[in-house]
Nanobody
């Protein structure tokens, strides 16, 4: 299984950005794709996740601002980020696991990771 994350960049506070994660080597069936982020000198934390059945989950810090979605081919998962602020600056990683687990917010529950894409929110 391979995951390829992309879409990071520099954005002004209040701006928007969309990240994409392409999953290859395995179908989405029964699985979960999640986004985590890691700010400098901080732990990697859960951001959002989507299950194969379409259920979505969000960290409280991004609820109402971020939207995770699946592409029609079910091989791409996107993270739309609105109203970005400086605290959203981090390297964002997509991760996948099969099957879904109630522990989906824990990074160590995921065995497949993308390479990370840097999001910088700054004026």
């Amino acid at each position: 299984v391979q995951l390829q994350a992309s879409g990071g960049g520099l954005v002004l506070p209040g701006g928007s950005l969309t990240l994409s994660c392409v999953v290859s080597g395995r179908t989405f069936s029964g699985g979960t794709v999640a986004w985590f982020r890691q700010a400098p000198e901080k732990e990697r934390v859960f951001v959002a996740a989507i299950r194969e059945n379409g259920a979505t989950y969000y960290a409280d810090s991004v609820k109402g601002r971020f939207t995770v979605s699946r592409g029609s081919a079910r091989t791409t998962v996107s993270l739309r980020m609105n109203s970005l602020n400086t605290e959203d600056t981090a390297v964002y990683y997509c991760a996948a696991r099969w099957p879904h687990t109630v522990l989906y917010r824990r990074a160590n529950e995921y065995e497949n990771w993308g390479q990370g894409t840097l999001v910088t929110v700054s004026s």
